[in-house]
């Protein structure tokens, strides 16, 4: 072969070489770049799930209407002062961890009346404002007893959110009965937005509505109904409309009075008349509430079902011949929650209706 055409040869066979490196380092890049970037399909990575599906935050605050007007309240507050009798329960219920209350005024068995680290402010009658002061709270709950305090307490505590969530059943108010049954309502939701437990006030609102109903049900309309107070052996008058427990109940459940008396009071003793009288009015039903029976375990207690049957006057009223009594539950007088009320209209459903 000539040299020139072996130098051809050799020419052709470099450059044929030469495409086919070219070629295949193409292929790598390319194979490289589509290595390195996901397919429309390929699902996002574990750490992108996890922060589309969380959950947002859970507000820090919320806002209240008590009796005063809107309060900015922090939700799941740590370091909680109740005041108010009607939340005691409510509260023990949901968990809620106190760091002052009024153990005298609060009912045997609920677990802060001996519980050591629950600092006591006293009685209402006579407490020491400063235990609430000195236990740095984040959240004063006022109503009931103590709300007369509710502006005492608020400077005390100026860096507390203080709510009061005490609603009116005296005779002064416009209507004892929405006041009790919308006041329990709006009360009960509002803790629940507080404390994170919105699911269980709806329920215990629901309960609650639910034994209206059932003894508003179990009421013929004609039945003549007395309500009465028995403390330290004396039986007191509960006036209808207003006052401690049963005043309200006869617009709610439009109960007719076997007695009217000119000038009857809230007072949460009763008034006081004679046994005669309720004798001579003669009633269908009895309802009772037992004031000393937050004592039971006190020595010289003597049950008012027992007083009421040792009355020669009431001998033979109806309701007493019948056996036609109702008596509000034992602690009724110092735990006026909603589950007590609701407890109560249900025992006056299940006992009228028979």
Known sequence: MKKSNLQRVIALILVTVL??????????NNASSASSTPSETEAPSSEAVVSEESEPEAPATVEITDTNGTVTVPVNPQ?????????????????????????????DGLSYKTDDSVEDIGSHNDP??????AADPDLVIVGQRFAGRYDEIKELVPNAAVINLNFDVSVDAESSADNLVNGFKDYTLALGQ???KNEEAAAMVADFDDAIANAKAAYNGEDTIMTIIVSGGNIRFAAPLSGRVWGPLYEIFDWKSSLDIDGASSDHQGD??????????NPDWIFVLDRDAMNASEEGYVPAHDIIAEAPALANVTAVV???MVFAPND???????QTFTKLFNELADTMAK
């Open 332 to 338: 009724a007088y110092v735990n006026e929650s909603i």
């Open 194 to 196: 507080i404390f994170d």
């Open 19 to 28: 495409v086919f490196a070219l070629a295949g380092c193409g292929d790598t």
């Open 272 to 281: 006081d008349i004679s046994v005669e009288a309720i004798a001579q009015s």
């Open 79 to 107: 370091r909680v002062v109740a005041l108010d009798n009607r939340t005691f329960q409510t509260l023990e219920a949901w968990g809620v961890k106190l760091v002052a209350g009024p153990k005298p005024v609060m009912p």
């Open 322 to 324: 019948e056996n036609q």
């Open 128 to 133: 020491n404002l400063e235990v609430i002061a």
